[in-house]
């Protein structure tokens, strides 16, 4: 996703646990995590936009759900996305993003003073304690 949006990515833990082929209206085959990527910004950015639109300004975007997964988004007030893609039967996972915004991101990227306040070229947070903490978290959270 690219960072000037404000969008993060862990491709580890969110895009390697699904299947391209069920991300990607079609089931076509042979896509790189980035262009996963790009195709989940535009289904976000576009149903932003529906939400908006269709049920006013203070209306958010939460969650969408296919035959095949379901992705859920958590958006802070500075714009700063988190987007998971998990199975279909997860439940609403908004307070989970809420935590690892509060209780890893915040801890470990902007509280550190060598992780960079950009991170330019679209890749994503570079922090190893995040990444760590994160692989734990949601080990702990959603398999546990």
Do not use: W
């Amino acid at each position: 996703m690219n960072p000037t949006t404000g969008a993060i990515t862990a491709r580890q833990t969110v895009l390697d646990s699904v299947d391209s082929t069920s991300v990607v209206p079609g089931g076509r085959k042979g896509l790189s995590a980035e262009d996963d990527a790009k195709l989940i910004f535009g289904v976000i950015y576009s149903l932003r936009g529906m939400v908006k639109r269709v049920g006013g300004p203070m209306d958010n975007f939460i969650s969408y759900r296919t035959g095949q997964y379901k992705l859920h988004y958590y958006e802070t007030p500075t714009s700063l996305k988190f987007v998971m893609v998990t199975d279909t039967r997860t439940n609403n996972l908004r307070i989970v993003l809420h935590q690892i915004y509060v209780g890893l991101y915040v801890e470990y990227v902007v509280k550190n003073p060598l992780s960079p306040a950009e991170h330019p070229g679209g890749i994503g947070v570079n922090c190893e304690m995040f990444e760590l903490g994160l692989d734990q978290f949601i080990s702990g959270s959603l398999q546990g």
